[in-house]
């Protein structure tokens, strides 16, 4: 039992590239979260699914894309980076009793 | 809306010492009640919850909290701190009607020192 699997765990980006950042469960959860750790700034919501092709917008999601095509994988799409988009993006997912499991986080710099 | 205030920033503390993170959130409705302890470049790992129940709720490694719902506050205490407990500590709160995403605070990073 794997948990929540994030990849890559580090990548620098030049301004404008793209790039998806990948995120799969294995405990069948439903719902699934985008956040993004700024120091000194906690954990914002980017993206959330509540289940297989169902997402909707957190607190901070332009410049993001999300897809749920399985109930396995929530990947995050950044089409044009920008440097304020240097962060790093932590994957969770939930059971129903509220049991929320982290992924151990991509750290990404945009220059 | 719900919010999350948590009142320090830093915390540092001597082995062996009490310590008491404080936290208070905001909402117009019920809340369920999380802390989250984050290792250095590490992911978030539950410390502990509240969602329904007594009012004081116990983690595995000797920290607790209360609930307490007229001050709107669940402040995380342990009576006598590690060096291994050095990490930054969430509290985070959801809706527990219609809400599905935490709302974290801004982190509390607790320093244990000899």
């Known amino acids: 039992n794997a948990g929540v699997t994030q990849t890559p765990k580090f990548r620098i980006l030049k301004i404008g590239q793209s790039m998806t950042l990948q995120c799969t469960q294995d405990?069948?959860?439903?719902?699934m979260y985008w956040y993004r750790q700024d120091p000194g700034m906690g954990l914002k919501l980017i993206y959330y699914?509540?289940?297989?092709?169902?997402?909707d917008k957190g607190e901070v999601p332009n410049g993001y894309n999300v897809s749920r095509s399985t109930t396995e994988d929530f990947p995050l799409r950044l089409e044009l980076a920008a440097p304020s988009q240097t962060s790093v993006y932590f994957c969770?997912?939930?059971?129903?009793?509220?049991?929320?499991?982290f992924g151990s986080g991509t750290r990404l710099t945009v220059v | 809306a719900q919010s999350v205030t948590q009142l320090d920033s830093q915390v540092p503390v001597f082995e062996e010492a009490p310590v008491e993170l404080r936290c208070n959130y905001s909402?117009?409705?019920?809340?369920?009640l999380f802390w989250y302890v984050q290792y250095p470049n590490q992911g978030l790992q539950l410390l502990l919850k509240?969602?329904?129940?007594?009012?004081l709720v116990e983690s595995i490694n000797g920290f607790e909290a209360e609930f307490n719902k007229s001050q709107t506050s669940f402040h995380l205490r342990k009576p006598s701190v590690h060096i291994s407990d050095t990490a930054e500590y969430f509290c985070?709160?959801?809706?527990?009607?219609?809400?599905?995403?935490?709302?974290f605070g801004k982190g509390t990073t607790l320093s244990v020192s000899s």
């Open positions: 969770a997912s939930r059971t129903t009793n509220y049991g929320y499991t």
């Open positions: 405990m069948n959860h439903n719902y």
């Open positions: 699914s509540v289940g297989a092709g169902i997402t």
């Open positions: 909402s117009s409705v019920s809340v369920y």
């Open positions: 509240y969602l329904s129940g007594s009012t």
């Open positions: 985070a709160v959801i809706p527990n009607q219609a809400g599905t995403a935490l709302i």
